[in-house]
């Protein structure tokens, strides 16, 4: 393997699970030092192992990143353990679904407070580190990845809030953009249709049986689909930005 992000430092958000877990795998196999942040510190600890057991170098980072000083923590953490940031791949999130009229209002909270606040808080911190990395070798380029959805692009109803929150992901995402792109940190913005994670089970099982009869019997994506995407995005030559990337099932409609 060629190792392309040799020398470099990454941080992935929801690293104990799902995309978030293999992202961090495939991130270590590119060659990169790689932060794992996330709440659930027993699974970050057990992926930093199979990182290190590979050869690689993984720092464990136990966070809530909801809060902007937690974020932040997270982020100088990883700097001051690793000694640089290179790639912040956002990747945390939840989706608890159900009609919008019967909703329970913390559930809404929840989900603009990780998958949009969490991961603005996260990308504000890392900005400026990004942006000292971009000027200088082995690769002159910075990377933010943010975990969009399909549901950022088309809203469904019993998915109001967590469509919201993914509307606003894609937003952020390429207005940041625009904002970073002559200091060399691309800004790129993935949105996965159904993948086959741990994100439904946060239902009641009555949502859970909508969700698999909504999809049917088709093949679904696997984290390691997007984790796979995200390290193309990563990998490509300096002068190559990928904004946004829409990865469906072959036969999700």
Do not use: C
């Amino acid at each position: 393997m060629n190792r392309r992000l040799e020398g470099t430092v990454a941080l992935v958000t929801g690293a104990s699970s799902g995309i978030g877990h293999a992202t961090a795998l495939e991130l270590a196999r590119e060659g990169a030092s790689v932060a794992l942040v996330g709440r659930r510190e027993d699974r970050l600890t057990d992926l930093a192992a199979e990182i290190t057991g590979a050869g690689g170098k993984a720092l464990v980072v136990p966070a809530d990143i909801t809060t902007a000083q937690a974020a932040a923590e997270a982020v100088e953490r990883t700097v001051e353990g690793l000694g640089r940031l290179d790639t912040l791949v956002n990747n945390a999130g939840l989706m608890l679904l159900g009609p919008a009229p019967a909703a329970d209002l913390d559930d809404w909270r929840r989900m603009i407070d990780i998958n949009l606040m969490g991961l603005m808080y996260t990308a504000h911190a890392a900005v400026p580190h990004l942006v000292e990395a971009a000027a200088e070798e082995p690769r002159q380029v910075a990377d933010i990845v943010n975990i969009g959805s399909l549901a950022g692009r088309n809203a469904y109803a019993m998915s109001a809030v967590y469509s919201a929150t993914k509307f606003g992901v894609g937003a952020f995402s390429e207005a940041l953009r625009q904002e970073l792109a002559r200091q060399h940190v691309r800004v790129s913005v993935i949105e996965p249709g159904s993948v086959d994670t741990e994100l439904r089970t946060h239902n009641p099982a009555a949502i859970q049986q909508h969700i698999v009869a909504a999809l049917g019997d088709i093949e679904r994506l696997q984290s390691q689909d997007i984790a796979d995407t995200v390290g193309y995005i990563v990998t490509r030559p300096r002068h190559v930005a990928v904004a946004e990337l829409l990865v469906r099932p072959t036969e999700q409609s």
